[in-house]
């Protein structure tokens, strides 16, 4: 269901002199906000999308850089590092973001570090290893400017070793990353969630997400959400049980290569559907491990 167009209720908007102006020239500023933004050349001077872009990171110096390089059409980027002992930090501000330092951190936590010194009513969450397109932009910009709902999800389009994932897990996975200020990160420490959500649109365009370098990449990943999804576990009092280890990660592989249509993905469904499977089987054997 692609998101709304019609405006909210309008208000009277205030510019900087004071002076109060009519409903239809406020509707008239926020679309020429928009339009300006599409149509600048170069040379031009860009109306910036009041909208914050909020960007955990540790050691992400290898990607930092070309995920601030896609948003230049915002306002205002707000790096939130968890401790990097690479080059992230200078990166991210020769790149043009202001810089929290967090300390080590979980990723929920530092989202909502960013939300708290965001400069603008609308927060877009970002990892660093996604992408804002063009397309997606625009859209950003113009559901900022007439919102209908109090949050909006996005498909992501996964690639794995330059391939997009069209089936499975990876093919259909939403995320909810673009609310308003007030809203804060919670749940799972692997992925943390916006809370009190009542009412989430959906947004059209696609935001790219490349999560892996290559495949020791891809593993190294897999121990690390699997180390602290156990943790997480252990601190709820749960134990590993044989059914977790033995039959769970069986289930989730058939479950991805068949059910959901991975084999149509040829060798690459085979990787995604197993990779999954052993990220769960890490999981509950660290778990078992703890205990």
């Given at each position: 269901m692609p998101c709304s167009r019609r405006g909210p209720a309008a208000q009277p908007a205030i510019l900087s002199g004071g002076s109060t102006v009519s409903t239809a020239w406020s509707s008239a500023l926020k679309l020429f906000i928009v339009k300006r933004w599409s149509v600048a050349g170069?040379?031009?001077?860009?109306?910036?999308?009041?909208?914050?872009?909020?960007i955990p990171t540790r050691n992400e110096a290898d990607q930092i850089a070309a995920?601030?390089?896609?948003?230049?059409?915002?306002?205002?980027?707000?790096?939130?590092?968890?401790?990097?002992?690479?080059?992230?930090?200078?990166?991210?501000?020769?790149?043009?973001?202001?810089?929290?330092?967090?300390?080590?951190r979980?990723?929920?936590?530092?989202?909502?570090?960013?939300?708290?010194?965001?400069?603008?009513?609308?927060?877009?969450?970002?990892?660093a290893d996604e992408r804002i397109g063009p397309a997606l932009a625009k859209e950003l910009i113009t559901v900022s400017a007439h919102a209908t709902h109090e949050a909006y999800r996005v498909k992501r389009r996964n690639a794995f070793h330059?391939?997009?994932?069209?089936?499975g897990h990876w093919g259909n996975d939403w995320v909810v990353r673009f609310?308003?200020?007030?809203?804060?990160?919670?749940?799972?420490?692997?992925?943390?969630?916006?809370?009190?959500?009542?009412?989430?649109?959906?947004?059209?365009?696609?935001?790219?997400h490349t999560p892996y370098r290559d495949l020791s990449h891809h593993v190294e990943k897999l121990v690390a959400?699997?180390?602290?999804?156990?943790?997480?576990?252990?601190?709820?009092?749960?134990r590993a049980r044989w059914s977790d280890i033995a039959l769970r990660p069986a289930a989730h592989f058939w479950r991805e290569y068949l059910l959901r249509g991975g084999f149509l993905?040829?060798?690459?469904?085979?990787?995604?559907?197993?990779?999954?499977?052993?990220?769960?089987?890490?999981?509950?054997?660290?778990?078992w491990e703890q205990e």
């Open positions: 170069p040379g031009e001077e860009r109306v910036l999308a009041p909208i914050t872009i909020v995920c601030i390089g896609h948003l230049d059409w915002t306002a205002d980027i707000v790096v939130v590092d968890g401790g990097s002992t690479d080059d992230t930090v200078a990166l991210a501000r020769a790149a043009g973001a202001r810089v929290v330092t967090d300390g080590p979980g990723i929920g936590e530092q989202r909502n570090s960013g939300i708290a010194v965001a400069r603008h009513g609308w927060v877009f969450a970002l990892d330059g391939r997009v994932v069209r089936r609310a308003r200020r007030e809203f804060r990160y919670g749940g799972s420490p692997v992925h943390p969630g916006l809370q009190g959500l009542r009412d989430v649109g959906t947004l059209t365009e696609q935001l790219d959400y699997a180390q602290t999804s156990a943790r997480a576990l252990a601190a709820r009092g749960r993905d040829g060798r690459m469904g085979v990787i995604q559907a197993a990779m999954g499977a052993i990220g769960g089987f890490l999981k509950y054997a660290f778990l």
